[in-house]
């Protein structure tokens, strides 16, 4: 065929179903997902306020101030930009150098590591057309071409909501446990601010 005979198309928007291309799936599912997505946010937000937590309130010998202190402010910038995965490495680091570092903290983190691979498929995966039960396989391939596999449903996205609210708790009971108000709360305990 040569470029005179080629035949050329567009997609008539106008034909499209409403909502496309979430149109398959029923409002709930999407409800589960926008809340399972927004709890994650919030997660990344509490690590980014428990590194200042814990870089605010460590203990640093006299003769290292002056050098701690010209890392704290990228510190904290990196707090406010980095995804879910650098957050996890950024708040396991602060918390271990602290002299009050959490005993949990290594199980805390593993299940932060591992909470991260369901965020990042929720949040990036393109769903794909619901089974009979409701259940989706999102289309999601990591950096390192793994392949997401399993069908996820509303329950399973409620279900994620809730373990993440939880470890939303844990991180900010790895500040409050220490005295410490946390960050941007009217909680009890000693203002870090």
């Not at 390192?144 to 409620?158: N, S, W, Y």
Request: hydrophobic content about 35%; aromatic content about 10%.
């Amino acid at each position: 065929m040569n470029e005179s005979e080629a035949k050329r198309f567009v997609v008539d928007i106008d034909k499209l179903p409403p909502d496309f291309p979430t149109h398959r799936h029923d409002g709930a599912f999407w409800e589960a997902l926008g809340r399972a997505v927004a709890t994650f946010g919030f997660l990344e937000e509490v690590l980014g306020k428990a590194i200042f937590a814990f870089t605010a309130t460590r203990t640093i010998p006299s003769d290292r101030i002056e050098s701690e202190y010209k890392k704290w402010l990228p510190t904290l910038q990196r707090a406010l930009e980095d995804p879910l995965g650098g957050l996890t490495d950024s708040y396991s680091s602060a918390a271990r150098k602290h002299q009050n570092a959490p005993s949990y903290l290594d199980d805390l983190v593993k299940n932060l590591r591992e909470v991260a691979v369901w965020r990042n498929t929720i949040c990036h995966g393109s769903w794909r057309v619901p089974d009979a039960d409701g259940r989706s396989l999102p289309l999601y391939v990591d950096k390192r071409r793994g392949v997401f596999e399993t069908p996820i449903d509303i329950t399973a996205l409620k279900q994620l909501q809730r373990h993440t609210v939880e470890l939303v708790c844990s991180v900010m009971n790895s500040v409050t446990q220490m005295g410490y108000r946390f960050p941007g709360t009217r909680g009890p305990g000693t203002s870090i601010w």
